[in-house]
Every structure is written in C-alpha cells, then in structure tokens.
C-alpha cells in the first residue's frame, strides 16, 4: 500500500538560510499534519491542512509557513533557520469521513540540520 | 487545552517478561481518542493501540493490552511476552473527536518512555 512520502530525507542548512519540505499524502487523503520533534522531545504540532485550507494551527515560529496545493501534497518553507530548528519533521495524512475514526498515517521524516 | 504526561522517562524489562508503561492526561472533553505509539531507532511512527474514550472495554493488540481508566484519566500500555524489537520509545498520545472536516485532528504526545529490552 501507498505510504506518506517525504522529501528529501535529510536536509542540512546553514544559519539564515531558507529551506523546504515536501510532503505527498497517501492517494485520497485531504488533510496533511506537520509535526516537529526536536533532539530527545516528543513530536509537536506545527499546522495542518484540510481540502488546501488551514485547519489549525500550533506552534509554528512565523518565519515558517506552509501550504497545500490541488494535487494535496504540502510544502513547509522555513526561512532565516536558526540552530534551534535542527529537528526530524514529520508529515501525517488522513481523509476525512464524517463520523468515522480518521487515523493519521506518520511518513518517514525529514531530518534537517542546521550548521 | 490537553496535556499528556508520561512519568517514566525509562523502563527496562526482560525478554519474555511483562512490563507496563505508564500514562495520565488532562482534557475537559468527554469524547477523545487516545493512543500509543512506537518509535524505534529508524525514528519512524508506528501505530501500536488506540483507544475510544466512550468505549469501557479496553483495547487489544496481539501482546499490547492498555487499561483504560476514563475518570482517573489513565492510560497505560500492558506489553505481555517481550520481545528485542519491542525496544523503542512509546509515546502516549491524545487526539480530540472533530465535529467538523479535517479540524482538531492534531495529535498531543506525552514526552515518551525509552524501552529496553534484555535478552
């Protein structure tokens, strides 16, 4: 079966550069989830996405924003990276059904580091 | 807003034995979703159990049980016959009941519990 895909894999910047995940949901998903998990922490929300539109959003610094586009697939631009957001980014996705259970399907992640 | 605590930074256990990790969260909601996941070395997220707060009976997976207890609001992970690729951190994890498409569906994960298991 099709899985969340996430790209690229590891990723290493340097201080104030700009950089961009990319997520693809797995076929018929509608909404998207970004997490964050920093070194030794547990993953945090960021923001998700529903049908291209924001659903909500968590702790994400403003020099982040994100997007889905019509073919569902989402990208997460980080601008002036500082040392702090060397993390492992996780995209979930899920379709929605009203009424039913909506499990999160996690990607592998994208790894970044930032020098 | 909900927390999710996890107050055993650490756990071993034997290989074959039985071990149980420990979870309590705090929500006003009546209807939620809770869950455990596994994360082993490839830093990958595995679906272990999850749980409907408005079902008394607990959930079941193969050697994974939980014990649900909505009014203490506990929620712990009962992994029976141990085996080596149990080693993992397990994060419990809270998810609310969205009413509306796609909204309130994020995950709140407790800070995790490293797992070690020895042979």
């Known amino acids: 079966a099709a899985g969340v895909i996430q790209s690229p894999r590891h990723l290493i910047k340097e201080k104030r550069e700009t950089a961009t995940l990319k997520c693809y949901p797995i076929?018929?998903?509608?909404?998207v989830y970004w997490y964050q998990q920093g070194p030794g922490q547990d993953p945090q929300f960021l923001i998700s996405?529903?049908?291209?539109?924001?659903?909500d959003k968590g702790s994400i610094p403003d020099r982040f924003s994100a997007q889905q586009f019509s073919d569902y697939h989402s990208e997460l631009n980080m601008s002036s990276l500082e040392l702090g957001d060397s993390a492992l980014y996780f995209c979930?996705?899920?379709?929605?059904?009203?009424?039913?259970?909506?499990?999160?399907?996690f990607g592998p992640g994208t790894r970044l580091t930032v020098l | 807003a909900q927390t999710v605590t996890q107050s055993q930074p650490e756990m071993s256990v034997q290989e074959a034995e039985t071990v149980t990790l420990s979870c309590t969260y705090d929500?006003?909601?009546?209807?939620?979703?809770l869950f455990w996941y596994k994360q082993p070395p490839s830093r990958q997220m595995i679906l272990v159990i999850r749980q409907e707060a408005y079902k008394q009976q607990n959930a079941t997976e193969n050697r994974f049980s939980v014990n649900f207890q909505k009014a203490a609001k506990s929620f712990s992970l009962k992994i029976s016959d141990s085996q080596l690729g149990d080693a993992a951190m397990y994060f419990c994890?809270?998810?609310?009941?969205?009413?509306?498409?796609?909204?309130?569906?994020?995950?709140?994960f407790g800070k995790g519990t490293l797992l070690t298991v020895n042979p």
């Open positions: 929500t006003s909601e009546s209807d939620y979703y």
């Open positions: 996405f529903y049908e291209k539109m924001q659903s």
């Open positions: 076929p018929r998903h509608d909404t």
């Open positions: 979930a996705s899920s379709r929605w059904r009203e009424g039913l259970y909506n499990e999160q399907f």
């Open positions: 994890a809270y998810r609310s009941v969205s009413r509306s498409g796609g909204s309130n569906y994020k995950l709140t």
